[in-house]
Nanobody, 123 residues
Framework: QVQLVESGGGLVQAGGSLRLSCAAS????????MGWFRQAPGKEREFVAA????????SYADSVKGRFTISRDNAKNTVYLQMNSLKSEDTAVYYC????????????????WGQGTQVTVSS
């Protein structure tokens, strides 16, 4: 398994942008598909975006499509989530996750998780 540490969360006004980063330890980062999930208070964890081990075929939840972009830099062992045009409903704790399976929109398919980073969007 890899160890994951998210950063980049914070407070932003609606319409603003944030970029989340997820740094992974371990030499085999490039063999993992990566995903971003989020969980708002009182709600279940939900899929946000995922990317394959080679960086192609990104997948997005409908609620963020066109606003969020997932990318990865295997040389830096880091995956990113660029979030633009943020809305109050994007407020949540954001988690990155890794899987050695083919990437998935289901959180049950991911073996490793970060501790999460809070994103708060004020309206």
């Amino acid at each position: 398994q890899v160890q994951l540490v998210e950063s980049g969360g914070g407070l932003v006004q609606a319409g603003g942008s944030l970029r989340l980063s997820c740094a992974a330890s371990g030499r085999t980062f490039s063999s993992y598909a990566m995903g971003w999930f989020r969980q708002a208070p009182g709600k279940e964890r939900e899929f946000v975006a995922a990317i394959s081990w080679i960086g192609g075929r990104p997948s997005y939840a409908d609620s963020v499509k066109g606003r969020f972009t997932i990318s990865r830099d295997n040389a830096k062992n880091t995956v990113y989530l660029q979030m633009n045009s943020l809305k109050s409903e994007d407020t949540a704790v954001y988690y990155c996750a890794a899987t050695q399976r083919i990437y998935s929109t289901s959180y049950t398919q991911y073996e490793s998780w970060g501790q999460g980073t809070q994103v708060t969007v004020s309206s």
